[in-house]
């Protein structure tokens, strides 16, 4: 796994625990599951719709973008890095 994705991780659990002022992260969960659920769906688009028409490059900002939401939608769901891998790693196996 990528070390960035799981120091990220970790800041996200950090922002959600502390809420300090000015956090995008603080503020993004406040507004509840379903609306971080509907964002992380927003960024799923933007993310194939830059595939379909845009450069390398924003395609690799949008997919940031997408991981991001994903990780505070895990962290607000109580699902970590591990049991996404854990499972990741059964379906491998069949």
Known sequence: MCETIEKLYKII????????????????????????ARKLGEEAVEAIVASLSEDRK?????????????????AINNVSIDDVCTELEARMKK
Do not use: C, N, W
């Open 58 to 74: 924003r395609i690799v900002e949008e997919l940031a973008d997408l991981i991001y939401h994903m990780l505070v939608f895990m």
């Open 13 to 36: 659990l950090d922002r959600l625990e502390k809420k300090p002022v000015g956090s995008y992260t603080a503020q993004l969960a406040s507004k509840g599951r379903g609306y971080v």
